[in-house]
């Protein structure tokens, strides 16, 4: 499974932005698709994911200004940040997974300013 990102970009703190990634290829009827976030010198954490069947997990960080959505089809999702803080600055990686395989995006970065 392929997945093309969005590209981030630099908002100031208190903005919002939205990040889509869509997956082509061998798409399993059962799967996950989501986000995690990298800074230097730290693992990747999660930020946000959603089933095929709909069930959500949130990490922390993106609890109550974070939103995570995908299309009917289920190959696009899409993240709603909000509020956004200087913390949220790091690149930002799309995933997928289902019983067989795991993908990842190339990574978009983004910047929140003060």
């Known amino acids: 499974v392929e997945l093309v990102e969005s590209e981030g970009g630099l908002v100031q703190a208190g903005g919002s932005l939205e990040l889509s990634c869509t997956a082509s290829?061998?798409?399993?009827?059962?799967?996950?698709m989501g986000w995690y976030r990298q800074t230097p010198g730290k693992e990747r954490e999660l930020v946000a994911t959603m089933t095929s069947g709909g069930k959500i997990e949130y990490g922390d960080s993106a609890k109550g200004r974070f939103s995570i959505s995908r299309d009917v089809f289920g190959r696009t999702v899409t993240l709603q940040m909000d509020s956004l803080k200087p913390d949220d600055t790091a690149v930002y990686y799309c995933?997928?997974?289902?019983?067989?395989?795991?993908?990842w995006g190339q990574g978009t970065r983004v910047t929140i300013s003060t």
């Open positions: 995933s997928y997974s289902d019983y067989v395989s795991r993908s």
């Open positions: 290829g061998s798409v399993f009827g059962a799967n996950t």
